[in-house]
């Protein structure tokens, strides 16, 4: 393959679709994931022949084990974004452990296994890019969102952590904090919620997917060589600081 492969893990809607047509535009051959086969014949519809999409399930290590192997196939890989999360909202006095276990599984543990997965190689190819998708709220907390919170903050520390360990081998970890983004996600939103979060962003509008993509770019190309272990926030103004 005469291309760079880049992967992008949840990318048959929302941010992480944006984030791999950004990547391709980049020049990247795209490896994609989605949780059903529908989704992964998506993403294969929508890349053609700039990339390619594989069934991954975050929450299931086996389902991880599959997913980077099916990918190592293909060469290595030169960037990572583990964008793929998930939402299970309750107060804490209701929440259920099963709702805690998930998100965490699926937004921290999975992110830890792909990642894990993939290091070897990047290591040896002494260059690279990972990316972690967080959110506002790792940094912000939110009501109803013990779980969500938990795992996002846990990212951020995780990005922060391996950017120590493999800065000498060249290269960089960054997680991008998204604010509010008009997805699939944020549609399960009450409309009071949304009104709470609206009435606390400068810039007055939600964010689209593509805003947040532009990001990861930056943090993937060349030009962002020197910047490692650092939180990118994208929030239109929603938290500062
Ligand atoms: P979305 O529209 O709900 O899309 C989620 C993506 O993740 C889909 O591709 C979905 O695959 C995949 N996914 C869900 N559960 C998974 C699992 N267990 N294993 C593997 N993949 C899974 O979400 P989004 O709004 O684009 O969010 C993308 C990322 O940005 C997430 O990490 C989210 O936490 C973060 N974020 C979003 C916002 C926002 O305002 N939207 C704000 C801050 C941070 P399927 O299509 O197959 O279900």
Redesign the pocket.
């Known amino acids: 393959m005469d291309k760079k492969i880049a992967v992008v893990?949840?990318?048959?809607?929302?941010?992480?679709?944006a984030i791999a047509a950004e990547l391709v535009e980049a020049g990247y051959f795209v490896v994609a994931?989605?949780?059903?086969e529908a989704?992964v014949e998506k993403i294969k519809t929508t890349l053609g022949e700039n990339g390619s999409a594989f069934i991954?399930?975050?929450?299931d290590k086996e389902s991880c084990v599959v997913f980077n192997a099916s990918v190592g196939k293909l060469g290595p890989v030169a960037v990572l974004v583990n964008?793929?999360?998930?939402?299970k909202d309750m107060l804490m006095l209701r929440m259920k452990d099963e709702d805690w276990d998930d998100v965490i599984e699926?937004?921290l543990s999975?992110t830890f296994r792909v990642t894990k997965g993939f290091l070897k190689g990047m290591m040896k190819q002494r260059i690279g890019r990972i990316i972690n998708?967080?959110?506002?709220?790792g940094t912000m907390g939110n009501p109803g969102q013990a779980n969500?919170c938990a795992s996002?903050a846990g990212v951020e520390g995780f990005t922060r952590s391996l950017a120590y360990e493999i800065g000498s081998r060249n290269i960089t970890v960054n997680a991008v904090?998204?604010?509010?983004?008009?997805?699939?996600?944020?549609d399960e939103l009450t409309e009071d919620q949304k009104n709470a979060m609206m009435a606390n962003i400068p810039l007055g509008r939600y964010?689209n997917?593509k805003e947040?993509a532009k990001a990861v770019s930056f943090l993937a190309s060349d030009d962002a060589a020197y910047i490692t272990g650092q939180v990118l926030h994208v929030n239109g103004g929603l938290n500062m600081g």
């Open positions: 893990t949840g990318a048959s809607r929302g941010i992480g679709q994931s989605a949780t059903s989704g991954l399930n975050l929450a964008n793929a999360g998930n939402t699926t937004n999975g998708i967080s959110s506002v709220v969500y996002k904090a998204p604010g509010f983004i008009a997805t699939d996600m944020t964010g997917s947040v």
